[in-house]
């Protein structure tokens, strides 16, 4: 059974940074084919960043430059560097797969104060 789990989501004041992990087991991983996606309070879900299953990033504009996404395809982990946060940043954060299907985690409540 495939599962994804995040971590690393809290608390931070503007300007701080924050690394979520997602750790995925239950299937082959690799980087190329996740993605990150938040939703914030009253809003659709969104694209943060992906790494497409040619190996194109993308970044939404609204982080291009504060957040950078990376894996480790040993530890079977994607990540999401998070700086220079701002309130607007405030959201439950996901990771998605792409393998054979589209799995998403559970989200991780990422909460930035002004």
């Known amino acids: 059974q495939v599962q994804l789990v995040e971590s690393g989501g809290g608390l931070v004041q503007a300007g701080g940074s924050l690394r979520l992990s997602c750790l995925v087991s239950g299937s082959t991983f690799s980087i190329n084919g996740m993605g990150w996606y938040r939703q914030g309070p009253g809003n659709e879900r969104e694209l943060v960043a992906r790494?497409?299953?040619?190996?194109?990033?993308t970044y939404a504009d609204s982080v291009k430059g504060r957040f950078t996404i990376s894996g480790d395809n040993a530890k079977k982990t994607m990540y999401l560097q998070m700086n220079s946060l701002k309130p607007e940043d405030t959201a439950v954060y996901y990771c998605r797969m792409l393998y054979r299907g589209v799995y998403w985690g559970q989200g991780t409540q990422v909460t930035v104060s002004s």
């Open positions: 790494i497409s299953l040619g190996g194109t990033i």
